[in-house]
């Protein structure tokens, strides 16, 4: 499985940004969508997650009610829109995949990875 994420940027304080990541190679309706983020200095962390069908999804708790993950099967696409965002959001997001039914947030868990997208929120 290939991943290619874009989307990335510079924006204001309480902004949005919508963050893309394509898949190729394999069967991407079976896949377990997630998007991870590292800051400077930081681990890299969960971000949102999304099962194969899109009806389970996963936000870690700085992003839940600002971030919406969602998926287009026929568009081997995973999105992430990200709104009223913060400085702390400031980061390089990837987009990963692995296959499976339960939604894992442990990076380690997730054998597929796209290159990062840096998204920076200025203050």
């Known amino acids: 499985v290939q991943l290619q994420a874009s989307g990335g940027g510079v924006v204001q304080t309480g902004g949005s940004l919508s963050l893309s990541c394509v898949a190729s190679g394999r069967t991407f309706s079976s896949l377990i969508m997630a998007w991870f983020r590292q800051a400077p200095g930081k681990e890299r962390e969960i971000v949102a997650a999304?099962?194969?069908?899109?009806?389970?999804?996963y936000y870690s708790d700085s992003v839940k009610g600002r971030f919406t993950i969602s998926r287009d099967n026929s568009k081997n696409t995973v999105y992430l829109q990200m709104n009223s965002l913060k400085p702390e959001d400031t980061a390089v997001y990837y987009c990963?995949?692995?296959?499976?039914?339960?939604?894992?947030?442990?990076?380690?868990?997730?054998?597929?990875w796209g290159q990062g997208t840096q998204v920076t929120v200025s203050s």
């Open positions: 999304i099962n194969w069908r899109g009806g389970s999804t």
């Open positions: 990963a995949a692995n296959y499976g039914v339960i939604i894992p947030t442990n990076q380690r868990r997730y054998e597929y």
